[in-house]
């Protein structure tokens, strides 16, 4: 019988020894478990405890709309024809997930659509003048909503988070756009 059978001939090593490259891998690997386990542990805490429930309403500011839009959405030319128009308790999803941010709380405001455009003055300096638009809107949407408060995370409503200067991408009745949160205002805490 041959000794070397079921031995590998070219194998240079000989018995079970470590060398540095083996033990780089298995620290790697046991830092990247202690982090999963870690990461499991806290995402397992903030389930239990998702934060308070608190009541909210937040606006919404959807810069230059058009003014035919702006009409025909938030003005209704035609009472008859209301499929489009956005009205107080409408359900608010968002575009993207179809979360529901919660509802219309109040009818949206118009304000002036303001622009800056590049002027000369009269020795030929650039100048920068602020330019109304009587053709365009900014429009701004009070909605209400129940959302979970955690410290150091913010509002959230059905899993979107809500905060000043994040961008929202709203549905309502029909009207799709994006515009960008700029106030939260706690109405009730449960």
């Not at 790697?28 to 386990?37: D, G, H, L, Y």
């Not at 805490?45 to 500011?61: D, F, L």
């Not at 800056?116 to 429009?139: C, I, M, P, W």
């Amino acid at each position: 019988m041959d000794e070397n059978k079921g031995k590998r001939a070219d194998s240079p090593r000989k018995g079970a020894k470590l060398n540095v490259l083996d033990l780089i891998i298995i620290i790697f690997f046991v830092f990247v478990a202690a982090i999963a386990v870690l990461l499991t542990i806290q995402g397992v805490e903030e389930a239990a405890s998702s934060g308070k429930k608190v009541r909210i309403s937040y606006t919404v500011v959807i810069k230059d709309i058009d003014d035919t839009v702006y009409k025909n959405v938030f003005e209704s030319a035609n009472p008859s024809d209301n499929t489009y128009k956005v009205e107080v308790g409408q359900t608010v999803t968002d575009i993207l997930t179809g979360a529901k941010l919660g509802s219309v709380e109040k009818l949206p405001e118009s304000v002036p659509y303001y622009d800056f455009v590049l002027g000369t003055d009269e020795s030929g300096a650039y100048t920068a003048v602020k330019h109304q638009y009587t053709d365009r809107h900014n429009v701004i949407i009070t909605i209400t909503a129940e959302a979970n408060y955690t410290e150091g995370k913010g509002y959230t409503v059905d899993g979107q988070r809500i905060a000043v200067g994040r961008e929202l991408n709203l549905r309502i009745s029909g009207f799709s756009e994006v515009g960008v949160c700029d106030t939260i205002n706690v109405q009730s805490e449960s």
